[in-house]
């Protein structure tokens, strides 16, 4: 008898704990996160060297995505081509507005708005995280994503800068920040940021990112 309770009791640990495990293990997976590529259309952003920034971020953005849905995420984009959202002539508040509405709509369970900076001194360098106070979970997930980009990347020692002036920051309900992926007017970061090798590292550091934020928060 004593056997067979021992047995009983076995038993019922290791279906908790395998559910525990299989439910820790889905806490990072079948989630919706929203990518907004930055820019697009006549709206170029900054350009180096005959390079849009706009076509800068849409290809880190179409590697984040593959990267997250390979880990069964759920990839949504604001844009997937070289075009703004405006119905006509391009109007700046238009697209960002319909960015932020495609966002507020969905079921993502963060956003990240994809960017790449530019200054006119070229040894500036390194990726960058931008949040604003709008949503509780907007500091954690921005400090998340520094962490990870200055420890997979390497090259790197910036910090969060905290933004109350951004439109897009203010007006997105879920937790959300800007990723200034690296400064294309350094021309080694620059040169790197063409490179699917280092897109591929860039996308690995938001994956960990976001799993270890989801898995917290």
């Not at 800068?56 to 070289?82: G, N, P």
């Not at 319909?98 to 530019?118: E, G, M």
């Not at 520094?146 to 020692?157: A, F, I, K, P, V």
């Not at 439109?167 to 790197?192: A, D, H, K, Y």
């Amino acid at each position: 008898m004593k056997k067979k309770w021992l047995g009983l009791i076995l038993s019922l640990i290791f279906i908790a704990f395998s559910f525990m495990t299989t439910t820790a293990g889905r806490i990072s997976s079948w989630q919706t996160i929203y990518l907004d590529p930055g820019h697009g259309g006549t709206d170029g952003g900054a350009m180096q060297d005959g390079i849009k920034e706009s076509t800068l971020t849409l290809s880190i953005a179409l590697c984040i995505k593959e990267i997250l849905e390979e880990h069964h995420f759920r990839v949504l984009l604001t844009r997937t081509e070289d075009s703004s959202l405006c119905d006509k002539e391009f109007i700046k508040k238009e697209d960002m507005s319909k960015r932020v509405a495609q966002i507020n709509q969905s079921d993502a369970a963060l956003a990240l708005s994809i960017h790449l900076n530019h200054f006119g001194i070229a040894k500036y360098r390194g990726a960058q995280v931008f949040y604003s106070n709008a949503n509780a979970g907007n500091e954690i997930l921005a400090k998340t994503i520094q962490n990870h980009l200055r420890y997979y990347l390497g090259n790197t020692d910036r910090e969060v800068v905290l933004r109350d002036n951004i439109f897009i920051l203010n007006r997105i309900t879920i937790p959300c920040c800007i990723v200034e992926c690296g400064f294309m007017s350094n021309p080694e970061e620059f040169r790197l940021l063409q490179t699917a090798d280092y897109r591929y590292q860039f996308a690995q550091a938001i994956l960990y990112s976001i799993q270890d934020y989801l898995k917290v928060y």
